[in-house]
């Protein structure tokens, strides 16, 4: 997908919804939510990529900060089909995270096929995405062989469980 220029950049963004399209014939979502911008700003939902839950792969795929405009900015035009509810019980900078790199790692381990008891490797487990995957990883009951260097970072992975 080549990117689009001039554009703002920027993903991962946490706001609250000012305006819904007059062309927005059912809304998931109403003024007033709380709702975070991902990578993946919106796809057909319609393709064999779409239904099969490959979204990425879309044909028709607008991506925050490349090939539409980001988060960058005070107002950001979205598409509500593509905006994620944001609890008010979670931070917008912890919900920022898990936008993009929540949901790279979430997925990885969903399409993984473990189950439960299993164990799982994972590189670099205490970087940006790596102790969000050990978070994920204990969550769905599997057993975490941490890999990364430093005290630092082994001092982080453990106490997330590995």
């Known amino acids: ?15 609250i919804i000012v305006a819904i399209g007059d062309h927005t014939a059912a809304s998931p979502v109403k ?10 700003a919106d796809s057909c939902l319609s393709c064999e990529y779409c239904r099969r839950g490959y979204e990425m792969n879309c044909p028709n ?19 509500v089909n593509h905006v994620t509810p944001i ?16 949901v790279t790692t979430y997925k990885a381990l969903k399409v993984s096929n473990t189950k439960v008891g299993d164990w799982v490797a994972l590189p670099g487990a205490g970087g940006g995405l790596g102790h969000l995957a050990v978070q994920y ?10 890999i990364d260097t ?13």
């Open 137 to 146: 990883a204990k969550a769905m009951g599997l057993k975490v062989i941490a």
């Open 87 to 102: 609890p008010e019980s979670l931070d917008s900078a912890g919900a920022a995270s898990i936008l993009c790199a929540g």
């Open 61 to 79: 795929v607008k991506l925050s900060g490349f090939t539409t405009d980001g988060t960058f900015s005070e107002y950001v035009v979205s598409f």
């Open 1 to 15: 997908v080549p990117p689009s220029h001039p554009l703002i950049g920027g993903h991962e963004g946490v706001g």
């Open 31 to 40: 003024l007033g939510d709380r709702v975070g911008i991902k990578w993946l």
């Open 150 to 162: 430093g005290a630092a970072k082994e001092k982080l992975v453990k106490s997330l469980g590995a």
